[in-house]
């Protein structure tokens, strides 16, 4: 008589991020592949691409980030690092890890491949009340959320990208904006590197076009069902 099979509820298999544990832990002692503390000298004329997205995300009331408002659930749609567009781009992390020490391992995908790469978190912005640069006067300070990280050893790329959220205090406006600065790393096989060479800057722009188009989506989502209070108090949400 054959043994009856058990069932196992979907919320007993493990997190998906469990099964990149090995390859976290490897990137834990990695080293940033290029020498971040010259960032004022990367510029276009020495060879490094600047690229600047912003989009508009649902307005709020003038004054700080309401508790289930638009920049709350726009924090935690950044923090679980949900709005990569996942046919190109998925991001593995350990979530009891603080983001200010987040690494994490992002899959990529293109065509049939799949290529695995290493970044870690360099820095979280948090400004009550950033000034606005280059604003009209009464334009009003900011409030500021966000983080960036860095390419580590094995990346295909060179650089930093920095996500962050804006709530402009005096009108209730709220944006989403992508800063990033990069130039192609060191590729040894050459297939990839042709690959790399000829879709490489229309991958980096789709990703970042697909992810404002997603943040919207998300965000829209988040607040048709009540935006959760506790993004805006900064409470980790599993990766």
């Known amino acids: 008589m054959s043994s009856p099979t058990i069932a196992v509820p979907a919320s007993a298999k493990p997190p998906a991020w469990e099964q990149y544990r090995a390859r976290l832990d490897a990137y834990r002692n990695a080293k940033v592949n290029y020498d971040f503390s010259r960032q004022n000298e990367h510029t276009s004329a020495t060879g490094w691409r600047l690229d600047d997205y912003e989009t508009d995300l649902p307005a709020e009331a003038p004054g700080p980030p309401e508790a289930a408002g638009s920049f709350a659930a726009a924090q935690d749609v950044l923090r679980r690092y949900a709005f990569p567009p996942p046919d190109l781009i998925t991001g593995y992390f350990d979530p009891s890890v603080p983001l200010e020490k987040r690494i994490m391992v992002l899959r990529a995908h293109f065509l049939v491949f799949n290529f695995y790469f290493g970044v870690r978190v360099s820095e979280v912005t948090d400004e009550e009340a950033r000034p606005t640069p280059g604003g009209p006067a009464g334009s009003g300070p900011e409030r500021v959320w966000g983080y960036g990280y860095r390419t580590l050893e094995g990346h295909f790329e060179r650089g930093q990208i920095d ?27 050459p297939f990839y590197w042709v690959g790399f060479k000829l879709f490489g800057r229309i991958l980096q722009r789709k990703f970042a076009r697909e ?29």
């Open 163 to 189: 996500f962050t959220i804006h709530k402009n205090l005096t009108t209730g406006a709220v944006h989403f904006r992508i800063h990033a600065v990069s130039q192609s790393g060191q590729i040894r096989n």
């Open 211 to 239: 992810s404002l188009r997603r943040m919207r989506e998300l965000v829209g989502q988040a607040l048709a069902q009540g935006a959760p209070a506790a993004a805006a108090a900064g409470a980790p949400r599993p990766g």
